[in-house]
Antibody, heavy 122, light 110 residues
Framework: EVQLVESGGGLVQPGGSLRLSCAAS????????MDWVRQAPGKGLEWVGR??????????QYAASVKGRFTISRDDSENSLYLQMNSLKTEDTAVYYC?????????????WGQGTLVTVSS | QSVLTQPPSASGTPGQRVTISCSGS????????VYWYQQFSGSAPKLLIY???QRPSGVPDRFSGSKSGTSASLAISGLRSEDEADYYC???????????FGGGTKLTVL
């Protein structure tokens, strides 16, 4: 069974940094694309970015709203996905979900974690 | 403003058939697959439809997806009270080189 568990959320001041983690289990982590998607309170879903799999050299892509501030990385030996968030803004306040692709041929988010809340406020 | 456009709300009575639309453009829906997600209040999204019209195992066949040109639709037949949730469409956008979501549709079962 695919399981994704996010952690690392919390309260941070504007301009600060935070690192989120996502522990994965139940599948061969290195075979899959992994995404981060966020949801501001009372709002819709917003794609943050993704990392491709080992076969595609772990290349990353980001939404324009976070490019240059957020960095996605992964450690296949630990079955873990990370989101390093720097220069945080109040508008980054959201629940952050990690998601695995549907399958190795369909790279949209298919399995989701329960999310971790990040609050950016002074 | 979301890149994909959905109606903010939809409603129906038990047993009815309801459709939710998702309008995009040539850089997203027309060229790429559409995905639909169901989200209950306070919970993570769940994949409902992938590759525009495919259902993951465990998703009832009451849910179906279709795509034509720059638009897509999610249809729910035999509406049930437990279908009351938020529904989101998503697609890859070639111009933005990123995934885009609709603003979500809140489905109410009257």
């Amino acid at each position: 069974e695919v399981q994704l568990v996010e952690s690392g959320g919390g309260l941070v001041q504007p301009g600060g940094s935070l690192r989120l983690s996502c522990a994965a289990s139940g599948f061969t982590f290195s075979d899959h694309y992994m995404d981060w998607v966020r949801q501001a309170p009372g709002k819709g879903l917003e794609w943050v970015g993704r990392t491709r799999n080992k076969a595609e050299s772990y290349t990353t892509q980001y939404a324009a709203s976070v490019k240059g501030r957020f960095t996605i990385s992964r450690d296949d030996s630990e079955n873990s996905l990370y989101l390093q968030m720097n220069s945080l803004k109040t508008e980054d306040t959201a629940v952050y979900y990690c998601a695995r692709d549907v399958n190795t041929e369909t790279h949209a988010p298919g399995y989701w974690g329960q999310g971790t809340l990040v609050t950016v406020s002074s | 403003q979301s890149v994909l456009t959905q109606p903010p709300s939809a409603s129906g009575t038990p047993g009815q058939r309801v459709t939710i639309s998702c309008s995009g453009s040539s850089s997203n829906i027309e060229k790429n697959n559409v995905y639909w997600y169901q989200q209950f209040s306070g919970s993570a999204p769940k994949l409902l439809i992938y590759r525009s019209n495919q259902r993951p195992s465990g998703v009832p066949d009451r849910f179906s997806g279709s795509k034509s040109g720059t638009s897509a639709s999610l249809a729910i037949s035999g509406l049930r009270s437990e279908d009351e949730a938020d529904y989101y469409c998503a697609a890859w956008d070639d111009s933005l080189s990123g995934r885009v979501f609709g603003g979500g549709t809140k489905l109410t079962v009257l």
